[in-house]
């Protein structure tokens, strides 16, 4: 069902790729960590287990072993960090010095890594930081740009100084977990091969499989405007001014003929009235690295199954004003790019996620059915680069411009030199007792955390989530929403990170925390991540200690042993950090 409505919407992007995926899923790329063996014991017993292998999981696996605690991080995924190391080197920072703990200790191993001149194999740092315009952070020794080989190579080396024992595997779905009542007891993988019991478990997956396993309710999709009394919720046509495509343009197979109908990926209407919610996703993306470099470039060639018909709006898009910014060329070190989405028509692929006639969307996808939905994105981003850089319909400067681009040979060698990372920017959302949403990232009166275990501070930012014919009947893109916080970094609840007790005692959520689509839109940033990562493994550690339910760690003891660990829990006013 999912890879015929895929092919409605953008026919030919299914199954390039597809192969290779799911031989990288067993291959479990280039990691030197701690792995447990295939012939380990089938039951494992330990007192954290950690489920994911984001840059969440990584830190709460740190800091559990630095608790003293046995962990197990259970990895799902064929490249370990999450988007981290697949591509998102231009870190979204919001503000640096709200960054503390493992966070930082990561991107000041970062600057080490950089102030040596054997890591500059391809320019200088001198010269890349007058290229960059980015500079790192002398003063504290922090660095927030850099490649995905060497994010990977940090990740290991922090993971194998604490020790943590590392399977990969995923949940069974359904059926992946074992509860007595509201206690989680054991986390069984698909292939039927490994079982962990433990006293404590932490969901750190983009996805939220494990919390979803364990019964604890979710929410998918974006909240009516009347849920929170939140301004920016819903359906966004009248704000969807960014990221938008040029006016006028025609929706039609054949401009000007309804019958001969919409071109891949347009929908019929919005859906709704602005405020309205629904259960559409905000779109993906690979974050694709890129370099200018010839020696160390592969060209990105034409992809299986290309047709010049799901291409159309980007070449009428083109014929309408949109001559640049088809994606983004962030500069990394050694002439590479963390390649994003930044424009009408550029890397997202907007609406490939879901389709809400079918009944399916990511999140809730089965394995196989996500891995056709992975390579239905990396085929549209290939034929992205292929149609900028031959089509003859695109402008000669146009394709001169964007032809310099390619893969580069020493990065992600065993997926063709694309990341195997999709960039999944939101899926479940947990639904606890407590819930952020925007008034908490704005401050206002009344909406201040008294529990903060972390900060964030990036825009409440989402990417579209459809394109649809306006009443005048040209395509706009909506759902794009870019909002800083009004009083700077804020502080996030833990009660965000743990689930209603009735539903889990001993589970913890530090990335799909429980926030409307709109609050969650700041908090999903990378060193978020980290930050609540770790604090999850601190408050497993205290429960653990303690004999209590994730729902009573003593916060006042939780808040300590955070400071004494270097997180940062709020920013005083003319605070400054040495």
Same mark, same amino acid.
């Given at each position: 069902?999912?890879?015929?409505?895929?092919?409605?919407?953008?026919?030919?992007?299914?199954?390039?790729?597809?192969?290779?995926?799911?031989?990288?899923?067993?291959?479990?790329?280039?990691?030197?960590?701690?792995?447990?063996?295939?012939?380990?014991?089938?039951?494992?017993?330990?007192?954290?287990?950690?489920?994911?292998?984001?840059?969440?999981?990584?830190?709460?696996?740190?800091?559990?072993?630095?608790?003293?605690?046995?962990?197990?991080?259970?990895?799902?995924?064929? *490249?370990?960090?999450?988007?981290?190391?697949?591509?998102?080197?231009?870190?979204?920072?919001?503000?640096?010095?709200?960054?503390?703990?493992?966070?930082?200790?990561?991107?000041?191993?970062?600057?080490?890594?950089?102030?040596?001149?054997?890591?500059?194999?391809?320019?200088?740092?001198?010269?890349?930081?007058?290229?960059?315009?980015?500079?790192?952070?002398?003063?504290?020794?922090?660095?927030?740009?850099?490649?995905?080989?060497?994010?990977?190579?940090?990740?290991?080396?922090?993971?194998?100084?604490?020790?943590?024992?590392?399977?990969?595997?995923?949940?069974?779905?359904?059926?992946?977990?074992?509860?007595?009542?509201?206690?989680?007891?054991?986390?069984?993988?698909?292939?039927?091969?490994?079982?962990?019991?433990?006293?404590?478990?932490?969901?750190?997956?983009?996805?939220?499989?494990?919390?979803?396993?364990?019964?604890?309710?979710?929410?998918?999709?974006?909240?009516? *405007?009347?849920?929170?009394?939140?301004?920016?919720?819903?359906?966004?046509?009248?704000?969807?001014?960014?990221?938008?495509?040029?006016?006028?343009?025609?929706? &039609?197979?054949?401009?000007?003929?309804?019958?001969?109908?919409?071109?891949?990926?347009?929908?019929?209407?919005?859906?709704?009235?602005?405020?309205?919610?629904?259960?559409?996703?905000?779109?993906?993306?690979?974050?694709?690295?890129?370099?200018?470099?010839?020696?160390?470039?592969?060209?990105?060639?034409?992809?299986?199954? &290309?047709?010049?018909?799901?291409?159309?709006?980007?070449?009428?898009?083109?014929?309408?004003?949109?001559? %640049?910014?088809?994606?983004?060329?962030?500069?990394?070190?050694?002439?590479?790019?963390?390649?994003?989405?930044?424009?009408?028509?550029?890397?997202?692929?907007?609406?490939?996620?879901?389709?809400?006639?079918? #009944?399916?969307?990511?999140?809730?996808?089965?394995?196989?059915?996500?891995?056709?939905?992975?390579?239905?994105?990396?085929?549209? @981003?290939?034929?992205?680069?292929?149609?900028?850089?031959?089509?003859?319909?695109?402008?000669?400067?146009? *394709?001169?411009?964007?032809?310099?681009?390619?893969?580069?040979?020493?990065?992600?060698?065993?997926?063709?030199?694309?990341?195997?990372?999709?960039?999944?920017?939101?899926?479940?959302?947990?639904?606890?007792?407590?819930?952020?949403?925007?008034?908490?990232?704005? %401050?206002?009166?009344?909406?201040?955390?008294?529990?903060?275990?972390?900060?964030?501070?990036?825009?409440?930012?989402?990417?579209?989530?459809?394109?649809?014919?306006?009443?005048?009947?040209?395509?706009?893109?909506?759902?794009?929403? @870019?909002?800083?916080? *009004?009083?700077?970094?804020?502080?996030?609840?833990?009660?965000?990170?743990?689930?209603?007790?009735?539903?889990?005692?001993?589970?913890?959520?530090?990335?799909?925390?429980?926030?409307?689509?709109?609050?969650? #839109?700041?908090?999903?940033?990378?060193?978020?991540?980290?930050?609540?990562?770790?604090?999850?493994?601190?408050?497993?550690?205290?429960?653990?200690?303690?004999?209590?339910?994730? @729902?009573?760690?003593?916060?006042?003891?939780?808040?300590?042993?955070?400071?004494?660990?270097? @997180?940062?829990?709020?920013?005083?006013?003319?605070?400054?950090?040495?």
């Amino acid at each position: 069902m999912i890879r015929s409505s895929i092919k409605k919407h953008f026919a030919g992007v299914i199954g390039f790729g597809l192969a290779l995926l799911m031989l990288n899923f067993s291959a479990r790329a280039e990691s030197k960590t701690n792995t447990v063996p295939k012939d380990s014991p089938a039951r494992i017993e330990t007192q954290i287990c950690i489920y994911g292998g984001t840059s969440a999981g990584i830190t709460a696996a740190i800091q559990a072993s630095r608790s003293g605690k046995t962990c197990v991080l259970l990895n799902p995924d064929s *490249r370990l960090g999450g988007l981290t190391s697949n591509g998102l080197g231009w870190t979204d920072l919001g503000e640096p010095d709200a960054i503390g703990g493992i966070a930082r200790e990561f991107y000041h191993r970062i600057y080490q890594h950089y102030a040596r001149a054997s890591a500059w194999t391809e320019e200088s740092r001198a010269r890349y930081v007058a290229r960059c315009g980015l500079r790192p952070d002398e003063k504290h020794q922090l660095m927030f740009t850099f490649e995905p080989k060497v994010a990977l190579i940090v990740f290991e080396e922090m993971l194998r100084d604490a020790s943590v024992k590392i399977i990969p595997g995923r949940i069974k779905r359904p059926g992946g977990v074992r509860k007595s009542g509201n206690h989680l007891q054991e986390l069984i993988t698909d292939d039927g091969q490994t079982i962990i019991a433990a006293e404590q478990f932490i969901d750190a997956t983009y996805e939220g499989d494990l919390l979803a396993e364990a019964g604890v309710s979710f929410t998918i999709g974006r909240e009516a *405007r009347e849920k929170y009394q939140e301004k920016l919720a819903g359906i966004q046509t009248a704000r969807a001014t960014k990221n938008q495509l040029p006016d006028g343009i025609d929706p &039609y197979v054949i401009p000007g003929k309804s019958r001969s109908g919409l071109l891949p990926g347009i929908r019929a209407s919005a859906g709704g009235k602005d405020g309205e919610g629904d259960q559409r996703l905000q779109a993906f993306c690979y974050r694709m690295c890129l370099t200018d470099v010839a020696s160390n470039r592969v060209a990105i060639a034409k992809p299986a199954g &290309y047709r010049e018909i799901d291409f159309e709006l980007l070449l009428r898009a083109i014929e309408a004003g949109q001559t %640049q910014r088809f994606f983004k060329l962030s500069p990394l070190p050694n002439r590479k790019t963390d390649s994003n989405n930044d424009a009408g028509f550029s890397t997202d692929f907007i609406g490939g996620n879901y389709d809400l006639a079918q #009944g399916w969307n990511y999140a809730e996808a089965s394995y196989r059915q996500r891995a056709e939905i992975d390579s239905a994105h990396r085929t549209f @981003q290939g034929g992205l680069v292929w149609t900028l850089q031959h089509h003859p319909r695109v402008p000669a400067r146009i *394709r001169r411009a964007w032809s310099a681009w390619g893969l580069p040979l020493d990065e992600f060698s065993d997926n063709a030199h694309w990341p195997p990372g999709l960039y999944v920017r939101e899926a479940r959302r947990m639904v606890s007792d407590f819930v952020i949403t925007e008034h908490e990232v704005h %401050q206002e009166p009344g909406h201040i955390a008294a529990d903060p275990i972390g900060m964030g501070g990036y825009n409440m930012d989402s990417h579209h989530v459809q394109r649809h014919v306006t009443p005048q009947g040209f395509v706009q893109n909506e759902g794009d929403i @870019q909002v800083a916080p *009004r009083l700077g970094p804020y502080g996030i609840s833990y009660r965000a990170l743990i689930p209603r007790s009735s539903e889990a005692e001993n589970l913890i959520v530090p990335v799909c925390v429980s926030a409307s689509h709109v609050a969650f #839109g700041s908090i999903r940033m990378e060193p978020v991540f980290m930050i609540l990562g770790q604090s999850a493994a601190v408050a497993a550690a205290i429960a653990i200690d303690d004999h209590a339910p994730v @729902q009573k760690v003593s916060y006042s003891k939780l808040r300590k042993i955070l400071l004494e660990a270097g @997180q940062i829990l709020e920013l005083k006013e003319n605070q400054t950090r040495e």
